[in-house]
C-alpha cells in the first residue's frame, strides 16, 4: 500500500520549551498508526499541527490527495480548504467538541454547507444516513447535543468526520473518556467503517491493550521525541526502548495472581534524540 | 421527557428563568415603567410645563372611593383642596374641601400635545372633567404647580432612555474592540489593552464632570441629550471588552471552535456561528447589569447642574428641584423620582441575576 502521509522532522515548542521535537513518521494508506506516550509527552500538539490548528515551527507535512502530493503548511487556506475535506478529526472530549447550540442536524449540515455539497434535500438524506451509519436514531437530528449521552455525542462526532467522507482520519483519544464497554462499541464502529470505506486512521491513545488490538503500527512518544515505530506486534512483543518497556510493563494483566513487575523508572536512562 | 430532550439551550434557559420569582417580578415592573416612558403623553394627565396657579406646592391628593359620608362611588375622585395660610408659621398649607368632589374620567380630553412627534391628540389615560375647574395632582405639585406625575413620566422617558442607548453603545464599542483583540491578539490587543487600563484608572465623576462641563451650554437639549449619552458609555465599555476578549481568547481554542476551523469554516463563520452565539447570554446579562450605572450616571451629572437642564425633564432634572432640606421638609413629595430611580436600579440588578443564573445554571455555584 502507497503512503496518504509524511511527516518530516516536525518541531513545535511553547516559550522555547520542545513539545514536539524532530518527529518523522509516514502512514500507509487504509491502515491504523497508534500513537503513544505518556500525558504530556505532545501528542495532542503533534495531530493537531499536522492539521495547521497548531502552526509548527518547522518540518513538512505531505499529504497524497486524491489530486497527489501536497505540502499541508504551504497552501493557502483557500487552497487548503478542499484538503480539509480529505482530513477530518474526532476529538478527545465528546463534551466539549460538539456547538451545544446547534442541533445535530445543524452540526452534521455545516460540514456540508461549507463545501458546498448538495441542496437542502439531498443533505438532510445524507444527514439522516449519516446517523444510521453511527447507530444513532433518525429522531436525534432535531435534539440538541445537551441531551446525549457520552458515547452517543462521540458518534455524533464521529458522523461529523465522516459525513464529508474523509480518506484520512486523526482520533485524538477518541475513546479514552468512555466507559469500556461504549470504548468496545466505538472501536467496533471504526473498524468497519475502515473496512467498509478503506479509511486510514491516526489513533492517539493512552491505553495500550486498546492500541495493539485496533493498530496496524505504532509510534511511542516520549517527552516529544519518537523513541520507537514499526508494526504492533514487533513492538509489543519485543520492545528495543526502556521507555516503551516500562509502558508495557505498566499494562495490568488481566490475571489476577500475577506479581506486578517493580516499575523500574527511576533507573531508566533515555538518551536524548 | 421526550419533549424536553428536542428543547433547545434558550428554551431551557427561558425555563430556568420562570422559576427566579424576583426575577420575573423585576421584568413585570420594568415593562410597565417602560411602558408608561414610552406612551408617557397619553399616560400622564398633564404636560410637564402645564402650571396650576390654584395648587402650586401641593400634597400628593388622595384617590378614593368613599365619601366623607362613607359612601361608595363607583367612580374614583379626588376632593378640591383647599388653600390656608398658616396664622403662626405663615406657611402655605392645604386641606381637602370634601364639598366639591372631581370624579376621575378615563380617556378624557385634556391639555393637547404632539404624540411622538407625529400627530396632535388630547386623550389622557386618566383626567378629570375638562372643563378647567377641576385638577387631579396624585403625586403633588412643584413649585410652579406643575403636576409631579406627568413630570415624573416625562423624565422616565428621557431617563430610562438614555440607559438603553448609552448601553447599546457601551455594548457596540466593547463587543467589537473586545471581539478584535480577543481574537486578533497581537499589537491591537496590547493597545485596546493599555487603552481600558487608562480609562479604567481614572476616577469617573471628576472625568464626566470635566468632559459635560465641555459641552457647550448653547447645545439643544437634544444634542445635550446624546454628548451625555456618549461621555457615559466612553467610559463604560472598558470591562465589558475585557470580558469578551478573555473569552474570546479561551474560545479560541475550545474544541468546538477548533471542530468548525477543521471543517473548513472561514473566521467570519467561526466568529458569527460559534463564538459569539455561545456568548450572547452573557452579553444580555451583562448589558442588563449595566443599565443602572448609566441610569445613575445621567441621574448624577443632571444632580449635579453639568448633565441634562431644564426645561428637559428628566429624573435628575427632577430631583435637582430637590437639593435643599427645606424640600424634604415641607415638600417631600417632590423627592418622588428618587423613588422611581431606586425601584428602577434594584428592579434591573434583580434581573440581570436571574438572566445570569438562567444561562448559566452553574455560575451560582461557581461563585460561593
Ligand atoms: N498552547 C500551549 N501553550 C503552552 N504550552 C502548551 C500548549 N499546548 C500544549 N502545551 C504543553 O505541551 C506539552 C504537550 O502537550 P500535549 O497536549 O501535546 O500532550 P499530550 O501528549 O496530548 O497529553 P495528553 O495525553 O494528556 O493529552 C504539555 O507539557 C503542555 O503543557
Ligand atoms: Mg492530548
Known amino acids: 500500500m502507497s503512503e496518504i502521509l509524511t511527516v518530516t522532522d516536525l518541531c513545535k515548542s511553547f516559550s522555547d520549551q520542545p513539545v514536539v521535537n524532530s518527529v518523522s513518521f509516514g502512514v500507509r494508506e487504509s491502515t491504523t498508526l497508534g500513537i503513544v506516550g505518556e500525558s504530556g509527552s505532545g501528542k495532542t500538539t503533534l495531530v493537531r499541527s499536522i492539521l495547521r490548528a497548531i502552526d509548527p515551527d518547522s518540518g513538512t507535512v505531505r499529504y497524497n490527495s486524491r489530486k497527489g502530493w501536497q505540502d499541508l503548511h504551504s497552501l493557502s487556506p483557500k487552497e487548503l480548504l ?38 437542502k434535500e439531498s443533505r438532510k438524506q445524507r444527514v439522516a444516513a449519516m446517523l444510521e451509519k453511527v447507530q ?9 447535543p445537551h441531551a446525549f449521552s457520552g458515547g452517543q455525542r462521540q458518534r455524533i462526532g464521529i458522523a461529523r468526520a465522516l459525513i464529508l467522507e474523509p480518506r484520512l482520519v486523526i482520533c485524538d483519544e477518541s475513546v479514552s473518556a468512555l466507559d469500556v464497554s461504549v470504548q468496545a462499541q466505538i472501536l467496533d464502529l471504526l473498524a468497519s467503517l475502515q473496512s467498509e470505506l478503506g479509511l486510514t486512521y491516526l489513533f492517539v491513545a493512552h491505553d495500550l491493550r486498546v492500541v495493539r488490538e485496533f493498530c496496524d503500527e505504532v ?11 514499526g508494526p504492533v506486534e514487533e513492538v509489543f512483543n519485543n520492545p528495543q526502548h526502556d521507555y516503551t518497556r516500562l509502558l508495557l510493563s505498566a499494562i495490568p494483566s488481566p490475571d489476577p495472581d500475577e506479581k506486578l513487575e517493580p516499575l523500574a523508572r527511576d533507573g531508566l536512562q533515555l538518551e536524548k534524540v | 421527557m421526550s419533549e424536553l430532550r428536542e428543547l433547545s439551550p434558550g428554551r431551557l434557559a427561558w425555563l430556568r428563568f420562570r422559576r427566579h420569582r424576583l426575577a420575573m417580578i423585576a421584568a413585570g415592573v420594568l415593562v410597565v415603567l417602560y411602558l408608561l416612558a414610552m406612551f408617557c403623553e397619553f399616560m400622564s394627565p398633564y404636560t410637564p410645563q402645564q402650571r396650576n396657579a390654584r395648587a402650586i406646592n401641593a400634597p400628593p391628593m388622595d384617590i378614593r372611593f368613599f365619601d366623607a359620608e362613607g359612601q361608595f362611588h363607583l367612580r374614583p375622585f379626588v376632593y ?9 408659621t405663615w406657611m402655605r398649607e392645604y386641606e381637602e374641601n370634601t364639598s366639591i368632589a ?132 466612553l467610559f463604560g465599555w472598558t470591562t465589558l471588552a475585557r470580558q469578551v476578549r478573555g473569552r474570546f481568547l479561551a474560545m479560541r481554542e475550545e474544541d468546538f471552535v477548533i471542530a468548525a476551523r477543521l471543517i473548513g469554516a472561514n473566521d467570519t463563520r467561526v466568529i458569527f456561528r460559534h463564538m459569539l452565539p455561545s456568548f450572547t447570554s452573557h452579553i444580555i446579562t451583562t448589558a442588563t447589569l449595566a443599565v443602572p450605572a448609566m441610569i445613575l450616571g445621567e441621574t448624577a451629572l443632571s444632580f449635579l447642574g453639568i448633565g441634562l437642564r431644564a426645561p428637559v425633564v428628566s429624573w435628575g432634572v427632577l430631583l435637582q428641584q430637590a437639593q435643599n432640606y427645606q424640600v424634604i421638609v415641607m415638600t417631600p413629595w ?24 438562567a444561562a448559566d445554571p452553574y455560575s451560582s455555584l461557581r461563585e460561593q
Open chain 2, 334 to 357: 417632590l423627592l418622588l423620582p428618587g423613588a422611581f430611580i431606586v425601584i428602577t436600579v434594584i428592579a434591573f440588578n434583580l434581573l440581570g441575576d436571574g438572566l445570569r443564573d
Open chain 1, 136 to 144: 444513532l436514531e433518525p429522531s436525534s437530528a432535531s435534539r440538541f
Open chain 2, 102 to 233: 372631581y370624579p376621575i374620567r378615563f380617556f378624557a380630553r385634556g391639555e393637547p400635545y404632539e404624540f411622538w412627534g407625529l400627530f396632535e391628540a388630547d386623550r389622557h389615560l386618566f383626567s378629570v372633567d375638562p372643563d378647567g375647574s377641576g385638577y387631579i395632582h396624585w403625586f403633588g405639585t412643584d413649585s410652579l404647580g406643575r403636576d409631579m406625575y406627568s413630570r415624573v413620566l416625562y423624565g422616565a422617558r428621557v431617563s430610562l432612555s438614555i440607559g438603553v442607548v448609552g448601553v447599546g453603545l457601551t455594548l457596540f464599542l466593547g463587543v467589537l474592540l473586545g471581539g478584535f483583540a480577543g481574537y486578533l491578539g497581537g499589537m491591537f490587543d496590547s493597545a485596546v489593552q493599555r487603552m481600558t487600563e487608562v480609562l479604567q484608572s481614572i476616577p469617573t465623576l471628576p472625568l464626566w464632570m470635566a468632559l459635560s462641563a465641555a459641552l457647550p451650554a448653547a447645545w439643544s437639549p437634544i444634542t445635550t441629550y446624546f454628548g451625555v449619552t456618549i461621555i457615559l458609555s
Open chain 1, 82 to 119: 478542499p484538503l480539509r475535506r480529505e482530513i477530518q478529526m474526532i476529538f478527545q472530549d465528546p463534551f466539549a467538541s460538539l456547538n451545544p447550540r446547534m442541533t445535530v442536524q445543524a452540526i452534521l449540515e455545516e460540514p456540508l454547507i461549507i463545501h458546498g455539497i448538495g441542496d
Open chain 2, 80 to 88: 378640591d383642596l383647599e388653600l390656608t395660610i398658616n396664622p403662626d
Open chain 1, 219 to 229: 509510534l511511542v512518544m516520549y517527552a516529544g521525541n519518537v523513541v520507537e515505530q
